[in-house]
């Protein structure tokens, strides 16, 4: 299963290589690190996802 999350991350960072103001890609590897422990990273990611846009209610829950 981790391996899932590990992919997962990489094409998320894939993404933000791509189009680093996408709040999404953002907001998906604040979840995919929280759910591999890395709570800080995951609120970095959160708070980068809001920074970009502030009205982006999922990275706000």
């Known amino acids: 299963m981790l391996g899932q999350f590990q992919e997962s ?3 998320f960072e894939r993404v933000i290589v791509l189009s680093p103001s996408d ?4 907001y ?4 995919i ?3 591999t422990g890395s709570l800080q990273s995951a ?3 959160y708070d980068r996802a809001i920074a ?8 706000k829950s």
Do not use: L, Q
């Not at 998906?28 to 979840?31: H, K, R, T, V």
């Open 9 to 11: 991350k990489t094409a």
């Open 23 to 26: 709040p999404r890609a953002w």
């Open 28 to 31: 998906y590897i604040g979840n």
């Open 33 to 35: 690190t929280a759910k």
């Open 43 to 45: 609120v970095k990611a």
């Open 52 to 59: 970009i846009r502030p009205d982006y209610p999922e990275a």
